[in-house]
């Protein structure tokens, strides 16, 4: 049978094998605290490789110290970061995988410790840093907040380079695919969304003035990185506080052409204590997506609740997204793609390891 999962998504002159993304996913796993991909990170994104996905993408990956999460974020700020990210790019092509990565800055929702430890703000002695912002208001912790800076323009301006240092280094790396993420509450949604981003300057005020940076990222990122390749942004569409002036889905659909992306990676909320998904369990973004493809001309990723492979087909086939992005099903199980090639009877699309071919009986 011919599947949508498992046909190529053309994006300029890269061929992604088939329509299962692994998402972003944070590991918390540079235990030396400096950014440098780790064994974990390589057999953790070299196995989504082997189990079948078409393209597999790191975690939030920090363009700057301080725009890390917690301090054992992955970054890519430095020579050195992008050769310990080569041998994975490597490894991910040779499994015939697109590898991608996801360029981030945490803004004021970074410096605090991993889950497992708490998620807490960490103070200085503990290894944590000022976090900066579109203002000095800080994220409403429920205890003492670290201290948040308000970027002025000159920094802004020197984030902007940090971006266009990251894509370089990314590319050095090689990554085929780029997202900027400005998702989640982090520091470019902060800049979107009139709940954080109350300035009154260019980079705030009005629609134009708080996309203005998430625009500039995104054009000077695009300036780097090769014609023949893809660039992605992940959002969120939407900020789910109804009850305030907040960054809605017509606002994500009024800028989605204007970035000049390949791919519109769709997910959601992340900018306050109080946003809740609007629906729950399966497919709970997946609307989103489909409203962003149908008023736009973009191509569009859905994320969010997708574990099953009849549900990643339905949601193709249904021309509701172009690509399958799933997220914590590959945590529970890394060779996702490989099963729904099984289970949807097209072990005939997929190219699955010959080392493992005769567990998979194809
Ligand atoms: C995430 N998520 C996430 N998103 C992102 O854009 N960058 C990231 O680094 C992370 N990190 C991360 C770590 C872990 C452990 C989880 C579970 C999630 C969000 C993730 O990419 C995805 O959007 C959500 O998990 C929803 O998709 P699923 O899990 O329902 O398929």
């Given amino acids: 049978m011919m599947t949508r999962l498992f046909s190529p998504l053309d994006l300029r002159d890269t061929t992604i094998p088939n329509r299962v993304m692994v998402s972003p996913m944070c590991q918390y ?17 070299g196995s989504r490789a082997v189990g079948g996905a078409g393209l597999v993408m790191t975690e939030a990956t920090a363009v700057e110290p301080r725009g890390r999460i917690s301090p054992e974020d992955l970054g890519i700020w430095s020579d050195e970061h992008a050769d310990a990210l080569r041998p994975i790019t490597e490894f991910v092509r040779e499994q015939g995988s697109v590898p991608a ?112 940076l998430l625009r500039e990222v995104t054009q000077t990122v695009r300036d780097v990185w090769p014609d023949e390749k893809p660039v992605f942004v992940r959002i969120s569409a939407t900020d789910w506080l109804p009850d305030r002036e907040s960054w809605t889905l017509d606002d994500s659909v009024r800028l989605a052409d204007r970035l000049g992306v390949d791919l519109l990676d769709v997910s959601g909320g ?5 946003s809740r998904p609007e629906q729950a369990g399966p497919n709970y973004q997946v609307r989103y997506a489909e409203r962003i493809r149908e008023e736009t001309d973009l191509q569009v990723g859905a994320v969010g609740g997708i574990t099953t492979p009849e549900q990643a087909e339905a949601l193709l086939a249904n021309e509701r997204a172009d690509l399958a992005i799933v997220g914590r099903e590959h945590l529970r199980d890394p060779y996702f793609a490989l099963h729904a090639a099984e289970t949807l009877d097209a072990t005939e699309e997929v190219e699955s390891p010959p080392q493992y071919r005769r567990a998979f009986g194809f």
């Fill in 101 to 212: 990565i996801q360029l981030a800055h945490a803004g004021r929702k970074a410096a605090t410790s991993r889950p497992w430890d708490g998620h807490d703000p960490l103070g200085p002695d503990e290894g944590g840093w000022a976090v900066v912002g579109p203002t000095d208001e800080p994220w409403p912790y429920e205890g003492e907040a670290p201290p948040t800076e308000r970027l002025s323009v000159e920094e802004i301006e020197s984030v902007i380079d940090s971006f266009r240092t990251a894509a370089e280094r990314a590319l050095n790396a090689g990554f085929e695919v780029t997202e900027v993420h400005a998702a989640h509450g982090y520091l470019l949604h902060e800049f979107l969304s009139p709940v954080t981003n109350t300035r009154e300057d260019d980079y705030g005020g009005d629609f134009e003035g708080r996309t203005r």
């Fill in 270 to 274: 992340g900018i306050h204590p109080d």
């Fill in 29 to 45: 796993s540079c235990e030396q605290r400096d950014g440098l991909a780790t064994d974990w990170h390589r057999t953790h994104l």
